[in-house]
């Protein structure tokens, strides 16, 4: 949050990876199963006596989504005790509630559900479908893989199925029984990418090379977006001693993505109308930066749930993130209005005004959210900012302050007090607080640079001390050594009257600045270099187009 951001960095912040709900229950425990070692699939053992299923707590859940998740409780016990309940009926109670809990996150009821439903109907391939899935996302590999046997027992014809299982193997080191899993899934759908990649993983075990590289350069192209692919390929490759293929894959390092059978019409998260379901994949698909999906589940999970600002709020940043800033603006005003003390629609409002120039309307808003949330640090850091920057640098001082009190550590806070002392011509208060700053945050090489600054063109004479910028600022190692770095270097040069020095510092980094596109900079400092030429210090720490923050990595320092 270092800057009034450009991308709408700091809304992505006050996003999570996925409902609470996810992780309030612990995981279900299930006997080991005895298929490890075996190349057949056994019979299956399934009691027909359902056992007990304990509601789980909704009560920390946002309240439109904790009353569908209580009616719906309600509705399944209501049902379960009439007496004339068939089997069939029995089975459908026990699934669909399975299915709604799984969608919101509650994998251990939901286990118990379908557990349950499978007993009721041993032959039916969703339950232990469902039941495989939850210990799969839960790390039990042989409990996933009896499960998918079941599965594939129920319909061999059901392609993610066998995907899943021929995956179940392959973790426990089983390569030939996941190549058969695979081959009857591509049997049934040749063009299946994630039956392909395990084709090419299995064969990569088998150390069948060729057929390795085959099948994965089969899966890359039906979906180049498959970066999940590269890795076992690049082994494959080096495998057949094709070592600059090897290291071509091998490289890539994108961020990659789970590969899925497709098409899964099992897929519950698509089969359950839930808003938190819906949540949940929209959140999936906005880490992985799809935000066209993203923004498209979001929407869905508002219809569902239209009274929660919290779910309103993530879909306008989904609208933000995703490069439609007008109608996540229109999103955030219509939240603001129906919840006005909801502290992240104001907060992520007055990003979305200050990102276009609507400064009075950016600071309503951050000062809204401050007020309906004191300690909400990252609203009030960005109020003090635009307070800062947009001339009141005496109202952004108090603001900075409150920052540091609930928490010393904020960088940012404390070099934009620093900066705001700075503008209000408080040197040696501005002076003591970035020699502060460098002791609580070595790491943060602005504070030197900003300290370096006033020592070498302060205004105020005590303060100045060639000498010692130019240490500091020799100090600094070159890996962080950028554009600014040779601009204060150049200063301090001057006030040591090492002119000839500075003036070629100073030409480097106006020829550095043209380079980079910085033609406005480039003239500026191309006034300062007049001084230096006729022999002259600066008496100006920061020209009146130098942003005044934190600096960000970005071109390397010119070299005189």
Known sequence: MRRVPRHLAGMVLLTYAATGACSREPATSSPSSS?????????????????PVAIPDFSTLAPPIRKQLEAASATFERRLERPDLSRDERVAAYGEFGELLLAAGFRATAAACFSNAERLAPTALRWPYYLAHIHRTEGRSLEAAAA???AVRADATFMPALVWLG??????GRPEDAKRQFQQALSLRPDVVAALFGMGRA??????????????????SLDPSAGAVHQPLGLAYRGLGRTPEAERHLSYREPVAEIR??????DVHVT??????YQVRGQRALEAGDFAVAIALLRRAVE???????????????????????????????????????????????????????VQGALAAFRKSVAAAPTFLEARLQLAHLLRRTGSPGAALPEYSQILEVDPRVIEARFGRAMSLVSLGRFPEARAELEQGRALHPEEVGFTLALARLLAASPDAPGRDGARAVALLDAIPESQRRIEWGVVRAMALAKSGRFDEAV?????????????????????????????????????????DEPMELPDSGVVAPTP
């Open 504 to 544: 070629r510092t100073q030409r480097a980094v106006i020829a550095s600045l043209e380079r980079n596109g910085s033609p406005q900079l480039a003239r500026t400092q191309s006034g300062v270099l007049r001084m230096y030429e006729s022999r002259r210090p600066t008496r100006t720490p920061w020209q009146r």
């Open 304 to 358: 569902l749930a239209p009274e929660d600002p919290a779910l309103r709020h993530r879909y306008g940043t989904a609208l933000a993130v995703g490069g439609d800033p007008a109608a996540a603006r229109a999103e955030f005003e219509t939240l603001t209005r129906r919840w006005p003390r909801y502290e992240k629609g104001q907060y992520s409002l007055g990003l979305i005004k200050a990102d276009e120039g609507d």
């Open 167 to 172: 995956d179940s193997y392959l973790d426990q």
């Open 272 to 277: 359950v109308e839930t808003a938190v379901g």
């Open 148 to 150: 998918f046997e079941r």
């Open 261 to 266: 059978p497709s098409p899964d019409p099992l």
């Open 203 to 220: 064969a990569l075990a088998l150390k069948d090379y060729q057929a390795a590289v085959a099948h994965l350069e089969r899966a890359l």
């Open 35 to 51: 298929t490890a070692g075996r190349s057949e699939m056994a019979k299956p053992s399934v009691p027909s006596r359902v056992e």
